[in-house]
């Protein structure tokens, strides 16, 4: 479990990590010990770190000494939420989406304890939804809120002028029912998400409210309600949506992004930014995060913030090892003495660090009739790397020229080299060109 904290909205505050909330939420959060829930539809068999944004907000729930409940839709995944959307989602098969439900259920274990006095809770709305007839919906849920007020919401109004399916447009009659749901069976009195939900959400709590008013009594609007919570949408330094590399999304899943290239992202990340994530995606205190921060500032060339964020966030996801070994192998491109890290390193990882270096295919053959290192990287490298000779020995002579990381001293040394995973050489020339000559077997 998490180190606890007292109030979860001034927690949230203070890391950037609260948009807007409903009136007297955090007094009823320091009131009360509730239940509180996120949910992620199964569009993908990975979560990315888009999503990690709100997981947080699910683990600061929990550190607040509240009951985390992480929803998988596997029936709202089946209709798709326009949410942000310009246009129609594809809808997905059921095998594809029970698939998708059952690895994202394994990666949100990863990060909330499902152990313990507020332990988690996994739900599934295909659980409730699966037998509930179309004319109940329309009856039991329907009738309780207007087209008027769904029409308002904007994940509507954008997609007015484009048009939205019926399936769509009902999105935010499913999201309101699955609250209902909840607060009516699991007792759950909180919503979250990120701040492009507000209207899902608030639909819900509109939904609880008149559904309760409807079944009381009495008719009055006094009676304990719903709250919500949502955290800004984080984006990258120039506005744009963030979560995605150059390749594409930066996914959980190590077989989707490697642990090298997830922890490559957030070393990388832009100055401007950095403070900001920092807050969301790791546990670090205030005091920590500040401390940092001034550190950072008296040389920003040393990244000592991104290094902090990297390592909390790589470690959090994949654990110790695949930090340790994405530091290693970060080290084959600009630290000293990596001669063993490198040979030590596997083929995956080893062509990740060097994707875009030139290749350059040979036979088993070529690289043993090689008469000696200047001719290997000439006529053998079909002058890829060296256009002549002459200019291949002036190089190895002046010590610009390594083999795997290790320096050439002598044009005529005799080819006698340990490929890497048995077929790869890596051939530095100068301070910042990279060669792989490939050994085809």
Same mark, same amino acid.
């Given at each position: 479990?998490?180190?606890?904290?007292?109030?979860?909205?001034?927690?949230?505050?203070?890391?950037?990590?609260?948009?807007?909330?409903?009136?007297?939420?955090?007094?009823?959060?320091?009131?009360?010990?509730?239940?509180?829930?996120?949910?992620?539809?199964?569009?993908?068999?990975?979560?990315?770190?888009?999503?990690?944004?709100?997981?947080?907000?699910?683990?600061?729930?929990?550190?607040?000494?509240?009951?985390?409940?992480?929803?998988?839709?596997?029936?709202?995944?089946?209709?798709?939420?326009?949410?942000?959307?310009?246009?129609?989602?594809?809808?997905?098969?059921?095998?594809?989406?029970?698939?998708?439900?059952?690895?994202?259920?394994?990666?949100?274990?990863?990060?909330?304890?499902?152990?313990?006095?507020?332990?988690?809770?996994?739900?599934?709305?295909?659980?409730?939804?699966?037998?509930?007839?179309?004319?109940?919906?329309?009856?039991?849920?329907?009738?309780?809120?207007?087209?008027?007020?769904?029409?308002?919401?904007?994940?509507?109004?954008?997609?007015?002028?484009?048009?939205?399916?019926?399936?769509?447009?009902?999105?935010?009659?499913?999201?309101?029912?699955?609250?209902?749901?909840?607060?009516?069976?699991?007792?759950?009195?909180?919503?979250?998400?990120?701040?492009?939900?507000?209207?899902?959400?608030?639909?819900?709590?509109?939904?609880?409210?008149?559904?309760?008013?409807?079944?009381?009594?009495?008719?009055?609007?006094?009676?304990?309600?719903?709250?919500?919570?949502?955290?800004?949408?984080?984006?990258?330094?120039?506005?744009?949506?963030?979560?995605?590399?150059?390749?594409?999304?930066?996914?959980?899943? &190590?077989?989707?992004?490697? &642990?090298?290239?997830?922890?490559?992202?957030?070393?990388?990340?832009?100055?401007?930014?950095?403070?900001?994530?920092?807050?969301?995606?790791?546990?670090?205190?205030?005091?920590?995060?500040?401390?940092?921060?001034?550190?950072?500032?008296?040389?920003?060339?040393?990244?000592?913030?991104?290094?902090?964020?990297?390592?909390?966030?790589?470690?959090?996801?994949?654990?110790?090892?695949?930090?340790?070994?994405?530091?290693?192998?970060?080290?084959?491109?600009?630290?000293?003495?990596?001669?063993?890290?490198?040979?030590?390193?596997?083929?995956?990882?080893?062509?990740?660090?060097?994707?875009?270096? &030139?290749?350059?295919?040979?036979?088993?053959?070529?690289?043993?009739?090689?008469?000696?290192?200047?001719?290997?990287?000439?006529?053998?490298?079909?002058?890829?790397?060296? &256009?002549?000779?002459?200019?291949?020995?002036?190089?190895?002579?002046?010590?610009?020229?390594?083999?795997?990381?290790?320096?050439?001293?002598?044009?005529?040394?005799?080819?006698?080299?340990?490929?890497?995973?048995?077929?790869?050489?890596?051939?530095?020339?100068?301070?910042?060109?990279?060669?792989?000559?490939?050994?085809?077997?």
């Amino acid at each position: 479990m998490e180190k606890q904290i007292d109030n979860l909205i001034e927690e949230l505050r203070w890391r950037g990590m609260l948009q807007d909330s409903t009136p007297d939420t955090e007094k009823y959060l320091l009131e009360n010990k509730i239940s509180g829930y996120i949910g992620f539809d199964p569009t993908a068999d990975s979560l990315h770190i888009g999503n990690l944004a709100t997981i947080m907000l699910l683990v600061h729930l929990q550190r607040a000494g509240h009951t985390p409940y992480a929803l998988v839709g596997g029936a709202t995944g089946m209709i798709g939420d326009p949410s942000g959307k310009a246009a129609e989602r594809t809808l997905l098969d059921e095998k594809t989406l029970r698939h998708n439900e059952r690895c994202i259920g394994k990666q949100l274990q990863k990060f909330l304890d499902f152990e313990g006095e507020n332990a988690a809770v996994l739900v599934n709305n295909y659980d409730w939804f699966k037998n509930f007839s179309f004319l109940e919906v329309l009856r039991d849920v329907g009738k309780h809120l207007s087209v008027n007020y769904m029409m308002a919401k904007d994940s509507v109004k954008t997609r007015l002028e484009t048009g939205i399916s019926f399936t769509e447009f009902s999105y935010q009659l499913l999201q309101a029912y699955d609250f209902y749901h909840l607060y009516k069976n699991h007792g759950i009195k909180l919503q979250m998400g990120g701040s492009d939900q507000w209207g899902n959400i608030t639909s819900g709590t509109e939904l609880i409210r008149r559904i309760s008013n409807a079944e009381s009594e009495t008719n009055d609007d006094t009676r304990e309600h719903a709250f919500a919570v949502t955290c800004p949408l984080v984006t990258k330094a120039d506005g744009s949506k963030f979560g995605k590399s150059e390749s594409g999304n930066v996914w959980l899943d &190590p077989n989707l992004t490697s &642990p090298y290239k997830f922890y490559q992202f957030w070393l990388n990340a832009d100055d401007a930014v950095a403070p900001r994530l920092i807050r969301v995606f790791t546990l670090l205190d205030k005091e920590t995060i500040e401390s940092l921060e001034i550190e950072h500032e008296k040389n920003r060339g040393l990244r000592v913030l991104q290094k902090a964020l990297a390592e909390e966030v790589t470690v959090r996801v994949h654990g110790q090892e695949a930090y340790d070994n994405a530091v290693a192998a970060s080290q084959i491109l600009f630290g000293k003495n990596v001669v063993k890290q490198l040979q030590q390193t596997d083929e995956k990882t080893l062509l990740e660090v060097f994707e875009g270096v &030139p290749k350059i295919e040979i036979s088993l053959d070529e690289y043993h009739q090689a008469e000696n290192i200047t001719e290997l990287l000439t006529t053998v490298a079909k002058n890829e790397i060296f &256009p002549s000779k002459s200019e291949a020995k002036k190089m190895i002579k002046a010590g610009g020229v390594s083999i795997n990381k290790a320096k050439i001293a002598d044009p005529v040394m005799e080819v006698d080299f340990a490929l890497l995973q048995d077929k790869y050489l890596l051939v530095q020339r100068g301070k910042k060109n990279y060669y792989l000559i490939c050994v085809d077997n």
